[in-house]
């Protein structure tokens, strides 16, 4: 999970697993975000001390997730050549676990949010990404079955709040989302044409180090960006 503090123009936004997430933190100047270890839970969001701040969501249908990951790990090589460029100990199964965790349950403030499905007018994304929110906009239980997953109570639950936070929370419009992360975004794009940071990423994803947690923190990783 990628969570990502502004304070030069008061930003906090969460972005997780098959939500875009390596594409967001590539755009906000954070690839590979393994070099990036700094971990804090989603108390810090939900943190009362920072209600001035624009709280903001990447949000995806639950069950899209959950074929996203299944595809991702079992569906195509991707993993295996992640196990080959990365030193990675997960099983396929606690890989898959981790990135179809839910995560809406665990929010407790309010937030804006954006939706996956038109990520690509927030930020660039890769072609990868690109194709993984294409090929999955309509996924039912029925879907999952088909590829031998039993949709749990706790998935219907996180794909109620889905809806919900949908239906009643505000939808943040892409001009404002590009304003708000105006200066950040230019200050890494001229670091980058000074080639004193990392180009943008590969197709090919990397993995943050999120661990499957039973607990609110559920890994987290945290990325202060200070003003200079």
Not at 127 to 147: A, D, G
Not at 152 to 170: A, G, I, L, S, V
Not at 175 to 183: F, H, M, N, Q, R
């Amino acid at each position: 999970m990628f969570i990502a503090q502004i304070p030069s123009t008061q930003v906090l936004l969460i972005c997780t697993h098959r939500c875009g997430h390596t594409s967001m933190a590539d755009y906000l100047g954070f690839y590979p975000l393994y070099a990036y270890p700094h971990t804090l839970d989603l108390n810090h969001f939900n943190e009362a001390s920072l209600q001035h701040y624009r709280k903001i969501v990447v949000m995806r249908n639950h069950y899209q997730r959950i074929m996203s990951a299944y595809k991702f790990v079992y569906g195509i090589p991707q993993f295996k050549i992640l196990q080959m460029r990365r030193d990675i100990r997960e099983s396929q199964e606690e890989y898959f676990n981790v990135h179809k965790l839910p995560y809406l349950k665990y929010i407790t403030t309010e937030f804006e949010y954006i939706d996956f499905d038109k990520l690509a007018d927030y930020i660039p994304m890769s072609k990868q990404t690109t194709s993984t929110f294409s090929n999955y906009r309509k996924v039912t239980p029925k879907h999952l079955s088909e590829i031998g997953y039993t949709v749990t109570d706790e998935d219907r639950q996180e794909q109620e709040r889905y809806n919900y936070f949908k239906q009643f929370h505000r939808e943040l419009p892409p001009d404002e989302w590009k304003t708000l992360v105006a200066e950040r975004v230019a200050e890494i794009d001229a670091i980058r044409k000074n080639k004193l940071f990392p180009a943008p990423r590969p197709v090919v994803k990397t993995r943050s180090d999120m661990k499957s947690s039973k607990d609110v923190g559920l890994g987290s990783i945290w990325h202060g960006l200070k003003k200079s």
